[in-house]
């Protein structure tokens, strides 16, 4: 198994910035790719970016490209997403997966899933 705790969400206005942290514990050598995902009131959960821990192979939703940057640190088995330049529009709960694929963008492929945080991008 493998556990997840996403951290950093919160309120901030339009064109600032947040830090999303992923930390990972538990079986995470069975895992290849970490990724961020989504999901705003009323709508699917949809895909922001992954990145692998071997590698640091990375990929963007056309939608945050340029904007939000994903690292890891793989001593700390953890995971970032720096988002700057925030617009209303990526308000959302900000989930972290986990899984044992490579490079998919599928919510279906990843097998461990943190709680989730909120962010909030005020007008």
């Known amino acids: 198994q493998v556990q997840l705790v996403e951290s950093g969400g919160g309120l901030v206005q339009a064109g600032g910035s947040l830090r999303l942290s992923c930390a990972a514990s538990?079986?995470?050598?069975?895992?290849?790719?970490m990724a961020w995902f989504r999901q705003a009131p009323g709508k699917e959960r949809e895909f922001v970016s992954f990145i692998t821990w071997r590698g640091g192979s990375t990929y963007y939703a056309d939608s945050v490209k340029g904007r939000f940057t994903i690292s890891r640190d793989n001593a700390k088995n953890t995971v970032y997403l720096q988002m700057n330049s925030l617009k209303p529009e990526d308000t959302a709960v900000y989930y972290c997966?986990?899984?044992?694929?490579?490079?998919?963008?599928?919510?279906?492929?990843?097998?461990?899933w943190g709680q989730g945080t909120q962010v909030t991008v005020s007008s």
């Open positions: 997966a986990a899984g044992s694929v490579m490079w998919t963008r599928s919510s279906d492929e990843y097998n461990y």
């Open positions: 538990g079986r995470t050598s069975s895992t290849n790719t």
